[in-house]
Nanobody
Framework: QIQLVESGGGLVQPGGSLRLSCTAS????????VAWYRQAPGQERELVAT???????NYQDSVKDRFTVSGDNAKNTVYLQMNSLKPEDTAVYYC???????WGQGTQVTVAS
């Protein structure tokens, strides 16, 4: 059974940083493409970043140069390092085995002073 569990969300001031984690069971993330999505209140879920099995990464334009996605094979975990956070980054963040129905439960990120 495949499960994804996110952690690391919280409340942070504008300009601050957070690191989200997505830890998997039932699948080796090193052979998968993993995506981070986010959904703000009243908005559709949007793709933020992906990391492929060969580890190339892609980012939504609004987070380029601020967010970094990486993987730790030993921990079977993918991370989303978020720096220079802005209020508009406030959302529930989800990890997903890209283009599958396997999602984590989400973790809330709130950027406010």
């Amino acid at each position: 059974q495949i499960q994804l569990v996110e952690s690391g969300g919280g409340l942070v001031q504008p300009g601050g940083s957070l690191r989200l984690s997505c830890t998997a069971s039932g699948v080796f993330l090193r052979v998968a493409t993993v995506a981070w999505y986010r959904q703000a209140p009243g908005q559709e879920r949007e793709l933020v970043a992906t990391i492929s099995s060969t580890r190339p990464t892609n980012y939504q334009d609004s987070v380029k140069d601020r967010f970094t996605v990486s993987g730790d094979n030993a921990k079977n975990t993918v991370y989303l390092q978020m720096n220079s956070l802005k209020p508009e980054d406030t959302a529930v963040y989800y990890c997903n085995l890209y283009r599958t129905h396997f999602w984590g439960q989400g973790t809330q990120v709130t950027v406010a002073s």
